[in-house]
T-cell receptor, first 113, second 114 residues
Framework: DQQVKQNSPSLSVQEGRISILNCDYT??????FLWYKKYPAEGPTFLIS?????DKNEDGRFTVFLNKSAKHLSLHIVPSQPGDSAVYFC????????????FGTGTLLAVQP | ETGVTQSPTHLIKTRGQQVTLRCSSQ?????VSWYQQALGQGPQFIFQ???????GRGNFPPRFSGLQFPNYSSELNVNALELDDSALYLC?????????????FGSGTQLSVL
C-alpha cells in the first residue's frame, strides 16, 4: 500500500519556466514532509521540507505548498534550470523520525535548454 | 568533512549467495540507515542503527541483517539472495535520531542477483 504517491513518473519543461512536481499522501496524521533530489550515480540530497502547521515554505527558487484537506503537496521550481534535471522524491517520516523516511516513487524532471 | 561512503559500488551475485555491503557514516554522525531502491521505485527503509543497536526496521525479512561498529560504520548483510534483491542499496547517516534530523546519503551499491 503506497502511502506516498507521485503519479507523474516524468516531467519535461523548458529552461526558465516553472516546474511543478506533485505528491499525494494517504495518512492525515503525517505532519512533516520533505523533498529530496537525486542525480544519477549519486545518493538523494535533501532539498526542502514543510511542517503541517504551514501551507507554504520557500527557499530560493524552490517552494513547497501543502494542502492538508486534499492530502497533497507540490514542489515549485522557478525559474527551472538545466541543472535541476534529476529525480525528485517526496517523503514523510516513518514513526515520527525525520531520519527514517517513506519515499514516493519519484518524478524525473528534465529541463530543456 | 568526509561524507557517507559505500563499498563496493557495484556487485554481481548469484541467487542463494550471501552479500555484505559496507558504509562509513559522515563524520560526527552516530546513526546509520539502510534503504533499498528497486528500479523505478523510491528508496524503501530497511533498518536503522543508533549507537550499535537496531533502532527500527521496515518491512524486510530476517535474512536482511545489519551491524554498526563503535566507529559508527555499518554493514548490511543479505543471506539467501533472491532475484528481487537486485536493487540499489543506499546508506544514509544522521547526527542523531531526533525529530528534525536530515539524512545524508551515500552514492549506493548497485547489487545484481543473477
Amino acid at each position: 500500500d503506497q502511502q506516498v504517491k507521485q503519479n507523474s513518473p516524468s516531467l519535461s519543461v523548458q529552461e526558465g519556466r516553472i516546474s511543478i512536481l506533485n505528491c499525494d499522501y494517504t495518512n492525515s496524521m503525517f505532519d512533516y514532509f520533505l523533498w529530496y533530489k537525486k542525480y544519477p550515480a549519486e545518493g538523494p540530497t535533501f532539498l526542502i521540507s514543510i511542517s503541517s502547521i504551514k501551507d507554504k515554505n520557500e527557499d530560493g527558487r524552490f517552494t513547497v505548498f501543502l494542502n492538508k484537506s486534499a492530502k497533497h503537496l507540490s514542489l515549485h521550481i522557478v525559474p527551472s534550470q538545466p541543472g535541476d534535471s534529476a529525480v525528485y522524491f517526496c517523503a514523510v517520516p516513518y514513526g515520527g523520525a525525520t531520519n527514517k523516511l517513506i519515499f514516493g516513487t519519484g518524478t524525473l524532471l528534465a529541463v530543456q535548454p | 568533512e568526509t561524507g557517507v561512503t559505500q563499498s563496493p559500488t557495484h556487485l554481481i551475485k548469484t541467487r542463494g549467495q550471501q552479500v555484505t555491503l559496507r558504509c562509513s557514516s559522515q563524520s560526527g554522525h552516530n546513526t546509520v540507515s539502510w534503504y533499498q531502491q528497486a528500479l523505478g521505485q523510491g528508496p524503501q527503509f530497511i533498518f536503522q542503527y543508533y549507537r550499535e543497536e537496531e533502532n527500527g526496521r521496515g518491512n524486510f525479512p530476517p535474512r536482511f541483517s545489519g551491524l554498526q561498529f563503535p566507529n559508527y560504520s555499518s554493514e548490511l548483510n543479505v543471506n539467501a539472495l533472491e532475484l528481487d534483491d537486485s536493487a540499489l542499496y543506499l546508506c544514509a547517516s544522521s547526527a542523531t535520531t531526533g525529530r528534525n534530523e536530515k539524512l545524508f546519503f551515500g552514492s549506493g551499491t548497485q547489487l545484481s542477483v543473477l
